[in-house]
């Protein structure tokens, strides 16, 4: 059994920078796909940023694009979230998820993940 637990979430002011962290255990970390997807209050849940097994490749939705970067240790078995000059629309829960079919590059639709964490929230005030 996967398990992906999410931390480093909390309350900050616009323009501060958080880092979030998914630590991946119960099974070999650096073969799959993970992503970080988001889910303000009364919107459906979108893909944040993706990133491919090796890192080789990487996905951000515009919303985020010039100020989130994606990474992954797997060595360690974590990928990370770095967001810069936060919004308070960037206000959501995150979660991480992983995707244990794909081989090459990232995987951008929410179907294709199939474990999940349980979500940190981020919380940004203007």
């Known amino acids: 059994q996967v398990q992906l637990v999410e931390s480093g979430g909390g309350l900050v002011q616009a323009g501060d920078s958080l880092r979030l962290s998914c630590a991946v255990s119960?099974?070999?970390?650096?073969?799959?796909?993970m992503g970080w997807f988001r889910q303000a209050p009364g919107k459906e849940r979108e893909l944040a940023a993706a990133?491919?097994?090796?890192?080789?490749?990487?996905y951000y939705a515009d919303s985020v694009k010039g100020r989130f970067t994606i990474s992954r240790d797997n060595a360690k078995n974590t990928v990370y979230l770095q967001m810069n000059s936060l919004k308070p629309e960037d206000t959501a829960v995150y979660y991480c998820?992983?995707?244990?079919?794909?081989?090459?590059?990232?995987?951008?639709?929410?179907?294709?993940?199939?474990?999940w964490g349980q979500g940190t929230q981020v919380t940004v005030s203007s």
């Open positions: 998820a992983l995707d244990r079919s794909r081989l090459v590059g990232v995987s951008i639709s929410r179907g294709q993940y199939d474990y």
């Open positions: 990133i491919s097994k090796i890192g080789d490749g990487i």
């Open positions: 119960g099974r070999t970390f650096s073969p799959y796909a």
